[in-house]
């Protein structure tokens, strides 16, 4: 099985039903095989953990997934 990973730069904001705006950002890496939605999905999880959101409504202001690796 290939474990090549190949690292993407995000930045996420996130707005709650309560107007509160938390923004972050950092390196995803990808593995072989994942999908963009996978990776959203689990930078939304980090995001909302890293800044204690839990479950409360929130949603998704921006989001950039870029490759981090610039002229390859």
């Known amino acids: 099985m290939d474990q ?3 690292p993407y730069h995000w930045a996420m904001t996130l707005q709650t039903a309560r107007g509160h ?6 390196v995803f890496n990808v593995a072989s ?3 963009r939605m996978d990776c959203f999905a689990e930078i ?3 995001v909302r953990e890293h ?3 839990g479950d409360m409504p ?4 921006y989001f950039s997934f870029e490759p981090n690796v610039l002229g390859a």
């Open 4 to 6: 090549t990973t190949t």
């Open 51 to 53: 800044f204690g959101f």
């Open 21 to 26: 705006q938390a923004s972050t950002d950092g």
């Open 33 to 35: 095989g994942m999908t």
């Open 58 to 61: 929130a949603v998704v202001l």
């Open 44 to 46: 939304q999880k980090h």
